[in-house]
């Protein structure tokens, strides 16, 4: 009997069976978020944008998870997806809500979600190149043309934004 009432208390805690959750956008405006392109794996899981800031160093996993519209290309894709990148990306935040069912309470976190509706490269930025080396490897080079997209559409509503399946790869335990 203690044991499946020790059982019972560490399902409640840890599931939380009486908290639902949902994803909402966090920013009415848009924001400008600065992130650097980090290539951690070969996984294409993986997030390859981070947020970067002054006093954040990129392995503290400040992920971010683009959603792109239609009419733009992916800044994480690309000749220009290529490691110390620094892009601006404009668009909308979201926040995970959590709502307790028994006490009414909600309360916020961050989402690693950003629906982006407009993005440049900070230059000088490096892009693969077309040419190979001696051992066959792709060749880079340093690009000092400004380069930005711009979403086209009209309504900016969540659902029209594509997701893809990413993971926090930087993730580190406490």
């Given at each position: 009997m203690?044991?499946?009432t020790f059982i019972?208390?560490?399902?409640?805690?840890?599931?939380?069976?009486?908290?639902?959750?949902y994803e909402d956008r966090g920013s009415v405006d848009p924001v400008v978020i600065t992130v650097e392109f980090v290539n951690v794996t070969g996984n294409p899981n993986c997030t390859?944008?981070?947020?970067?800031?002054?006093?954040?160093?990129?392995?503290?996993?400040?992920?971010v998870f683009p959603s792109i519209p239609d009419s733009i290309p992916s800044p994480d894709?690309?000749?220009?997806?290529?490691?110390?990148?620094?892009?601006?990306l404009t668009g909308y935040t979201y926040e995970w809500v959590f709502h307790n069912l028994i006490t009414g309470a909600e309360y916020s976190k961050r989402s690693e979600?950003?629906?982006?509706?407009?993005?440049?490269i900070i230059t000088?930025?490096?892009?693969?190149?077309?040419?190979q080396g001696i051992d066959g490897e792709p060749l880079n080079q340093m690009i000092m043309t400004p380069l930005v997209y711009e979403a086209v559409e009209d309504n900016m509503r969540p659902e029209k934004f594509k997701m893809s399946n990413y993971i926090n790869c930087?993730?580190?335990s406490p």
């Open positions: 203690l044991i499946t019972i208390f560490v399902y409640i805690y840890y599931a939380k069976p009486y908290e639902t959750f390859k944008l981070y947020i970067k800031a002054p006093e954040l160093s990129v392995t503290k996993g400040l992920a894709e690309g000749d220009y997806a290529y490691a110390g990148n620094v892009f601006k979600r950003f629906d982006v509706i407009k993005w440049e000088p930025y490096t892009v693969w190149s077309n040419r930087l993730v580190v």
